[in-house]
């Protein structure tokens, strides 16, 4: 029964959840230690200051190799370089490594599924995911993912193929039953930039079982668009999934499965491709008005109710998905990115927002709570006025939900990139820098972090250099954050 505007407003001014859209952005905080936006309560900004002392792992200290600063005490190893580190095949780990997840493997080894954010003709890039047999979905494209095994003690490396020929590999998502879906962010079609067949789809690679990755095929079901990121909702078996797209912007997705199918490894390859429903969001606040854009939000806490509406073709045969919506029908938000499950809901990124959007930002980090069927913001980075300064965080990407408490956040903005931890209160502070500078000293250039993620076992925070492509490692004294 869907959640009416009615409903929504008496609820919340019942509750006091809702939040009304009025004022400006203002000059929000995005420095470490600070509050992400500047209308927390007293007894927040009171903490804040209480525990400014602890808050994260202190200072980051300059890395002689010039690859990773880290706060005292903690430490890194390369996993994986392209140029340098090898599959088990021989040829060259693949480059511009994206959105990663870690599962258990035997003997105690870590099992990494990397995604290779490769866009367009193979000939493009000197280092594709090679063409393994069995393994290809298009010969043409360039992208994929690699498995990575790490043995328990972190001394042995291998890695392998998952998928091949696929295009623009950026996030995915972990499922429950424990495999990847890896997601292409690209609309091409067969003919265009020299594939030869249809792209934007969702694929699955199951990181334990090489032979269930033969012949792979899209799932069509959760539809052809410029795929971000993907989640699972363990128990009602709906999936989310984020648009990175504009002009229009994109679209927070959700697929609800056909009555009585059940999850599991490989299941998804088995539906129709119109199987299930997908649909897109309409929001709107506490009074029952309805939001056009996510970045219409100007404070944490705001609570916006969600109802959803059919996509009218998900395989967008004439017209892209977000562009068969007119104005005024669904909600939208720029560079939809990042998804992480956990806390019962989907904590979902929008990058940052600018002209195209009714108010700047440069990122967003909501909830959606599928029981209430709600979005509320809990990070909210103001315009960053100097990118190429240290100690501001903007243009957050990949996330991962912390065992310490919080989010951890790749950076994917100006200037400076950094991994950065969030509390739930939206308080911000360094874990990493990246110093590997791609440009020169006059002009330095910073690739984006990608890939956050913990080791099952909690101890090793995972994350990815993007340009060249490099996997990378993180040990250090772990502490709960408040």
Not at 107 to 133: F, I, M, Q
Not at 140 to 153: D, L, M, Q, W
Not at 192 to 202: I, L
Request: charged content about 25%.
């Amino acid at each position: 029964m869907p959640l009416s505007r009615r409903d929504f407003a008496m609820r919340s001014a019942y509750t006091g959840a809702g939040v009304a859209l009025v004022g400006s952005a203002g000059v929000l905080a995005t420095a470490p230690g600070a509050l992400a936006a500047e209308n927390v309560n007293t007894d927040a900004a009171a903490d804040a200051d209480a525990t400014k002392a602890v808050l994260g792992y202190g200072p980051l200290v300059s890395d002689p190799e010039g690859i990773l600063a880290l706060p005292e005490g903690f430490r890194y190893r390369v996993i994986t370089r392209t140029g340098e580190t090898t599959l088990e095949t021989g040829e060259s780990t693949p480059s511009n490594h994206d959105g990663t997840a870690t599962f258990e493997g035997t003997r105690g080894a870590t099992l990494l599924v990397n995604n290779h954010e490769l866009k367009g003709p193979r000939s493009d890039w000197p280092h594709p995911v090679p063409l393994t047999e069995g393994l290809v979905y298009d010969p043409a494209a360039s992208g994929g993912c690699t498995v990575v095994e790490v043995s328990k003690h972190g001394d042995h490396v291998t890695e392998w193929v998952g998928i091949a020929g696929t295009s623009t590999n950026c996030a995915g998502g972990r499922t429950p039953w424990g495999t990847w879906l890896t997601c292409e962010e690209t609309e091409d079609k067969a003919g265009q930039n020299g594939m030869t067949k249809d792209h934007g789809y969702v694929f699955e690679v199951d990181p334990h079982d090489r032979r269930a990755n033969r012949d792979p095929q899209p799932i069509k079901a959760l539809g052809r668009y410029a795929h971000e990121a993907v989640v699972v909702d363990p128990r009602r078996g709906d999936l989310y999934l984020t648009e990175d797209a504009s002009g229009p912007n994109g679209l927070l997705y959700r697929w609800v499965p056909p009555h009585g199918f059940r999850h599991g490894r490989g299941a998804l390859g088995t539906l129709a491709d119109d199987a299930g429903v997908l649909k897109a969001p309409v929001a709107y606040d506490s009074g029952g008005r309805f939001v056009d854009d996510l970045s219409r939000a100007t404070r944490t806490g705001t609570v916006y109710g969600v109802d959803w509406v059919d996509v009218p073709d998900r395989d967008a045969l004439s017209t892209p998905v977000r562009k068969q919506f007119a104005d005024g029908r669904v909600t939208r938000a720029r560079k939809l990115e990042g998804m992480w499950w956990a806390d019962g809901g989907a904590y979902i990124v929008s990058s940052f927002a600018r002209e195209e959007s009714p108010v700047q930002h440069d990122g967003q980090v909501w909830f959606y709570d599928p029981r209430r069927r709600t979005l509320t913001l809990k990070v909210l980075l103001g315009v960053n006025p100097d990118p190429g300064a240290d100690g501001a965080f903007d243009g957050p990407d990949n996330i991962t939900v912390s065992p310490y408490g919080g989010l951890v956040i790749a950076e994917d903005g100006a200037g400076v990139q950094h991994l950065f931890g969030a509390t739930d209160d939206g308080r911000t502070y360094p874990i990493a820098r990246n110093e590997l500078n791609t440009g020169t000293a006059e002009k330095p250039e910073y690739s984006e972090f990608t890939g956050v993620v913990f080791s099952p076992d909690g101890h090793t925070l995972y994350a990815n250099i993007q340009d060249p492509g490099i996997m990378l490692a993180i040990t250090g004294p772990w502490r709960r954050q408040r």
